[in-house]
Nanobody
Framework: EVQLVESGGGLVRAGGSLRLSCAVSGITFGDNALGWFRQAPGKEREGISCISTRDGSTVYRDSVKGRFTTSRDNAKNMVYLQMNSLKPEDTAVYYC??????????????????WGQGTQVTVSS
């Protein structure tokens, strides 16, 4: 059974930082990509970042480039999202997700097969 469990969300002031973690089980790191998504109230889910567990290559949404960094620890089956210079518009529920197809990198949610339950991030102005 594949499980993804996010943690690290919370309330932070604009300009602050948070680090989200995602513990992954049931997937062998090394072939699959893992992504971070977010969904704000009344808005569609959007892909934030994607990282290859094979070589650590990454893809980012334009609006977070230079502020957010995703990383992985293959030994611990963990994926992280470091968020700096947070803005009120970053407020959302953040999800990590996994792609079953090896080597596919994507920011499209419909390419992902497994999802975590989400963690709330609230950025106050």
């Amino acid at each position: 059974e594949v499980q993804l469990v996010e943690s690290g969300g919370g309330l932070v002031r604009a300009g602050g930082s948070l680090r989200l973690s995602c513990a992954v089980s049931g997937i062998t790191f090394g072939d699959n990509a893992l992504g971070w998504f977010r969904q704000a109230p009344g808005k569609e889910r959007e892909g934030i970042s994607c990282i290859s567990t094979r070589d650590g290559s990454t893809v980012y949404r334009d609006s977070v480039k230079g502020r957010f960094t995703t990383s992985r620890d293959n030994a611990k089956n963990m994926v992280y999202l470091q968020m700096n210079s947070l803005k009120p518009e970053d407020t959302a529920v953040y999800y990590c997700a996994a792609i079953r197809i090896p080597l596919l990198m994507s920011l499209r949610g419909n390419n992902y097969d497994y999802w975590g339950q989400g963690t709330q991030v609230t950025v106050s102005s």
